[in-house]
C-alpha cells in the first residue's frame, strides 16, 4: 500500500471479521495495533514495527469506556480522527484498515453509553467503570489476577480488568497474527502477553519501545493537556529514572536507595506521586536488590495529569 492512500475504515465488528478472513484465505499475515486514538509519534512507531512483523496492518481507533473509572477523564480524552488518519496515511506503507467501532458493549439494549452520557447512576464505588455506570448489560470480564495487581492496577482498580476484556473482544473481532504493544504501558504489555499465554490466543504479542520527546518526556496522549510549566516539571520522570538506572549500573542495586533518588527528585520538581517501584521484568514482583532483569515503573501527577513511565534494567 502506498503511505498517501487512505485505508479502509470499518466500523462494525462483522465486516472486519469478513476481510480478516477474506485476507487469511488469499494467505496474508495480518499485524494490529490497538488504540484509543489522539495518535502521535509513539502510536506511529507501533505501526511501523507492526509492518516488520506481517504483510497487512489493521488499527482500531476505540476509547474504552470499561478502562475508566467514573471519577476518571474518559469524558475529557482527547480525539481527533481526521487528523489519526491524515498521520497514519503518512506512515511509511500506510495501513489497510482502521477499525472505528462506535461501542462494543452494544448488545441491541440502549444505554447512557449509546445516548453520549459519560455517568450518573453507581455512586462511583471503585469496582466500577464509566461502562457499568453507563447501564450497559456487558457482564463478562477477564482478569489476569496477579500481574493486573499493584502499581496502575492498585490506584486505578478497573483498568486492566477492562483492558484485557477489550483486548480479548478485539482479538476475537480482528483475528490477527501479530499484535504491537507500546512498552511504556509496561504493566498492561505484560498482562497481555499473560492473557494470550494463559488463554492459548494464537497471536503474536510485541513489545515496542518507548518514543520521546526531544526533551526526554514519554510521548502520551495526555501530554497535551499539561501546561508548559507542568511539561516542564514532569521532565523529573525521565530524568531520575535515568539517574537510578545510571546509578544500578554503577553497582547500586539497593532497590529502596534507588527508587529514593527517583521520589526525590519528582518530588522536588512538584510532581505528586503515585507510585515508583522495582519489579521484576516478567512477573512484576517487588525486589528489594537487583539480581536479576528488573524494571523501574513511575506514575506521578502534573497538575490534573497522571503520567506514566518506566525504564529498564538488565544487569
Excluded at 18 to 43: C, E, N, Y
Excluded at 50 to 59: C, I, P, T
Excluded at 108 to 121: P, T
Excluded at 244 to 250: G, I
Amino acid at each position: 500500500m502506498a503511505g498517501k492512500e487512505k485505508p479502509m475504515i470499518i466500523t462494525d465488528k462483522n465486516p472486519m471479521r469478513t476481510w480478516t478472513r477474506s485476507m487469511r484465505s488469499q494467505g496474508k499475515t495480518i499485524a494490529f495495533v490497538p488504540t484509543m486514538g489522539f495518535l502521535h509519534d509513539g502510536h506511529l512507531s507501533l505501526v511501523q514495527e507492526a509492518h516488520k512483523h506481517a504483510q497487512l496492518v489493521v488499527v482500531s481507533i476505540y476509547v474504552n469506556p470499561a478502562q475508566f473509572a467514573p471519577s476518571e477523564d474518559l469524558s475529557t480524552y482527547p480525539s481527533d480522527f481526521d487528523g489519526d488518519i491524515r498521520k497514519l496515511m503518512a506512515v511509511p506503507g500506510g495501513i489497510d484498515v482502521v477499525f472505528h467501532p462506535h461501542n462494543l458493549y452494544d448488545y441491541g439494549v440502549e444505554s447512557d453509553l449509546d445516548r453520549g452520557a459519560n455517568g450518573g447512576g453507581s455512586g462511583g464505588r471503585a469496582t466500577d467503570s464509566c461502562l457499568e455506570e453507563s447501564g450497559s448489560e456487558h457482564e463478562t470480564w477477564v482478569r489476569v489476577e496477579r500481574l493486573e495487581k499493584g502499581m496502575c492496577g492498585r490506584s486505578r482498580p478497573v483498568v486492566f480488568r477492562g483492558v484485557a476484556t477489550i483486548v480479548t473482544k478485539l482479538f476475537n473481532i480482528v483475528e490477527p497474527d501479530v499484535a504491537v504493544f507500546g512498552k511504556k504501558d509496561y504493566q498492561q504489555w505484560r498482562v497481555i502477553r499473560r492473557m494470550v499465554r494463559d488463554l492459548d490466543f494464537s497471536i503474536n504479542i510485541v513489545g515496542s519501545e518507548i518514543m520521546r520527546d526531544a526533551d526526554g518526556l514519554a510521548m502520551s496522549s495526555r501530554n497535551v493537556r499539561l501546561t508548559p510549566e507542568e511539561r516542564q516539571k514532569a521532565l523529573s520522570i525521565n530524568r531520575s529514572l535515568s539517574k537510578a538506572k545510571s546509578a544500578a549500573e554503577r553497582g547500586e542495586l539497593n532497590c529502596k536507595r534507588l527508587k529514593n533518588l527517583v521520589v526525590e527528585e519528582i518530588e522536588e520538581a512538584g510532581g505528586r506521586l503515585d507510585y515508583a517501584e522495582i519489579v521484576e521484568q516478567e512477573s512484576l514482583e517487588v525486589v528489594e536488590e537487583i539480581k536479576s532483569p528488573v524494571v523501574m515503573l513511575v506514575a506521578a501527577w502534573f497538575g490534573k495529569v497522571r503520567l506514566i513511565d518506566n525504564m529498564e534494567i538488565s544487569i
